[in-house]
């Protein structure tokens, strides 16, 4: 009899370790789902393979917002106006990839795609797409360098790519970050700007930073625009 019990007790131990270790790392029954990305990065950043950081997801309907932004789609890339600017954004320290193909319909078969070394992609060497399938103002990789190359001089500004991207950005919000709960500051060339950073122009070789949360041991003055 007393055998009996003790296997009996063993059972019953075992029975309930199993089902300790399969309750860890699945949620309990009844609780909500993560939430999913969805085509806008308004969301908080998260970890992406073959990025140096974290990264919001660039949008699916690349024309669509480019129309949002007061820009007009073409078939093609205008040089009549090519600059590029720099933008990094850095979460607690940590920087947040500004993802290629911003402002590019990427599955359309004119673009060309090619794979970086780090196994990123990027997206360009557009001959004449059939239909429009490129913003004035875009993203080609993931350097944080953005273009501009347009039928017209004037500048590209910071809100308008913004809105390519999904993200939102105000005077108080950058994404779902939002003051004064989280410090947001915003700096060109290096220096504080303040005032609303919607406005700011997208000037050639311009470095804007973006920096929510604690920030990075140091606010880039400059970018490296060598490969652009």
């Not at 660039?58 to 090519?82: C, I, Y």
């Not at 311009?206 to 606010?219: D, F, L, M, N, S």
């Amino acid at each position: 009899m007393g055998t009996r019990r003790v296997v009996l007790r063993a059972a019953v131990i075992a029975a309930v370790l199993v089902l300790g270790v399969a309750g860890c790392g699945s949620a309990p029954a009844g609780s909500p789902a993560p939430p999913s990305l969805s085509s806008s990065a308004n969301v908080p950043a998260s970890p992406s393979s073959g990025t140096a950081g974290l990264v919001w997801p660039a949008p699916s309907d690349p024309m669509e917002r480019t129309v949002q932004a007061g820009l007009k789609p073409q078939p093609k890339e205008f040089l009549t106006n090519h600059v590029h600017a720099h933008l990094d954004v850095f979460v607690d320290g940590t920087p947040v990839t500004v993802p290629a193909g911003i402002g590019i319909r990427i599955d359309d078969p004119a673009v060309r795609r090619d794979v970086m070394p780090d196994g990123s992609h990027r997206y360009g060497g557009i001959a004449l797409c059939n239909e429009p399938c490129i913003s004035p103002l875009h993203t080609h990789d993931v350097s944080g360098i953005i273009h501009t190359e347009s039928a017209s001089p004037e500048p590209n500004t910071l809100g308008e790519f913004f809105t390519e991207w999904g993200v939102v950005l105000d005077a108080s919000c950058v994404a779902t970050f939002c003051g004064p709960t989280t410090r947001i500051a915003i700096y060109v060339d290096g220096e504080l700007t303040t005032g609303d950073p919607r406005a700011i122009q997208l000037t050639n070789q311009r470095e804007i930073a973006i920096v929510i949360g604690t920030p990075p041991p140091r606010i880039p003055k400059k970018a490296d625009f060598s490969n652009a």
